[in-house]
């Protein structure tokens, strides 16, 4: 799989020394302008050691600078979405669903490069060993938070969501040093988030952070912060398409907690399955 390097500078972003962060927002503003220049080019116009250009390719996960180079040029120049993305009003039905379908492939590609394993593993310690795990989000982040909540009460820990903001925020002021809060935004920017953000952190509660963008509050803020990538079409937004992306994170996320904490999961399964079969008599 060819590696995003656009999306992986957005993932390690708050990760990167101040030098770092100003090579990566010059790439990120110039993308044609890097695969025509060579690294001296680079560091002469930041003022920066060549060696800080080389470090910086590789904690972005490439070998070097060159290396850096032909990622980035194979996603400018011959971008994938547009081929598959381009939709229009004179496509028939098959080739819109061919389109969407080779978008939300996309999508998972580009996000499973941000994959940093050492965030999935730290959230699924936090998850592993939290008393309670409380599911955030508003508007269509909502659904989502649903969905993980439906997953994850079958792992036998204690999983809650709500709906609306208003009783996340209440529900947030009542969360301990042994709790989780999960929060999911595309944006990472929307105010009532934020404020359950600050709510369960300010109770002690350990936070995990599921959005686009690694410059936003939450993201900032968060004690992990797990990113995906998605891209805005003509008949679909980018908030829209980043859903797939981020109930594969959580997923991700529940498989591995059905794993880690097998005993008590089967326990859990069985009960649902139990209650369940009871209400079909």
């Given at each position: 799989?060819?590696?995003?390097?656009?999306?992986?500078?957005?993932?390690?972003?708050?990760?990167?020394s101040?030098?770092?962060?100003?090579?990566?927002?010059?790439?990120?503003?110039?993308?044609?302008?890097?695969?025509?220049?060579?690294?001296?080019e680079?560091?002469?116009?930041?003022?920066?050691?060549?060696?800080?250009?080389?470090?910086?390719?590789?904690?972005?996960?490439?070998?070097g600078?060159?290396?850096?180079?032909?990622?980035?040029?194979s996603?400018?120049?011959?971008?994938?979405?547009?081929?598959?993305?381009e939709?229009?009003?004179q496509?028939n039905?098959?080739?819109?669903?061919?389109?969407?379908?080779?978008?939300?492939?996309?999508?998972l590609?580009?996000?499973?490069?941000?994959?940093?394993?050492?965030?999935?593993q730290?959230?699924?310690?936090?998850?592993?060993?939290?008393?309670?795990?409380?599911?955030?989000?508003?508007?269509?982040?909502?659904?989502?938070?649903?969905d993980?909540?439906?997953?994850?009460v079958r792992?036998?820990?204690?999983?809650f969501?709500?709906?609306?903001?208003?009783?996340?925020?209440?529900?947030?002021?009542?969360?301990?040093?042994?709790?989780?809060?999960?929060?999911?935004?595309?944006?990472?920017?929307n105010?009532?988030?934020?404020?359950?953000?600050?709510?369960?952190?300010?109770?002690?509660?350990?936070?995990i952070?599921i959005t686009?963008?690694?410059k936003?509050?939450?993201a900032?803020?968060?004690?992990?912060?797990?990113?995906?990538?998605?891209?805005?079409?003509e008949?679909?937004?980018?908030?829209?398409?980043?859903r797939i992306?981020?109930?594969?994170?959580?997923?991700?996320?529940?498989?591995?907690?059905?794993?880690?904490?097998?005993?008590?999961?089967?326990?859990?399964?069985?009960?649902?399955?139990?209650?369940?079969?009871?209400?079909r008599?």
């Open positions: 799989m060819a590696q995003n390097c656009l999306g992986k500078i957005r993932s390690y972003y708050a990760r990167l101040e030098k770092e962060k100003k090579i990566a927002d010059y790439i990120l503003e110039n993308p044609e302008k890097i695969i025509h220049s060579t690294i001296n680079l560091a002469e116009d930041l003022n920066v050691a060549d060696a800080t250009v080389f470090r910086f390719c590789k904690r972005i996960g490439f070998k600078y060159q290396a850096m180079k032909i990622a980035l040029a996603e400018i120049i011959e971008p994938i979405q547009h081929i598959h993305e939709i229009n009003e496509d039905v098959a080739t819109v669903t061919e389109k969407v379908f080779m978008s939300n492939i996309r999508t590609e580009n996000t499973l490069q941000l994959v940093n394993g050492t965030s999935i730290k959230a699924a310690d936090f998850l592993l060993a939290a008393h309670r795990v409380e599911f955030y989000g508003t508007g269509g982040s909502a659904v989502i938070a649903m993980a909540f439906h997953k994850f792992t036998g820990i204690k999983a969501t709500f709906i609306d903001s208003h009783f996340q925020l209440m529900s947030a002021s009542q969360l301990s040093d042994r709790d989780v809060a999960v929060i999911i935004s595309h944006s990472g920017t105010k009532d988030t934020i404020n359950i953000l600050k709510t369960a952190k300010t109770n002690g509660a350990k936070t952070s686009g963008y690694p936003s509050p939450i900032q803020h968060a004690d992990v912060a797990l990113f995906t990538s998605s891209e805005e079409t008949f679909r937004s980018e908030a829209l398409s980043s992306a981020q109930l594969s994170l959580i997923d991700a996320l529940y498989v591995n907690m059905m794993i880690l904490n097998k005993d008590t999961a089967n326990k859990s399964l069985k009960k649902i399955r139990n209650a369940i079969s009871d209400t008599m």
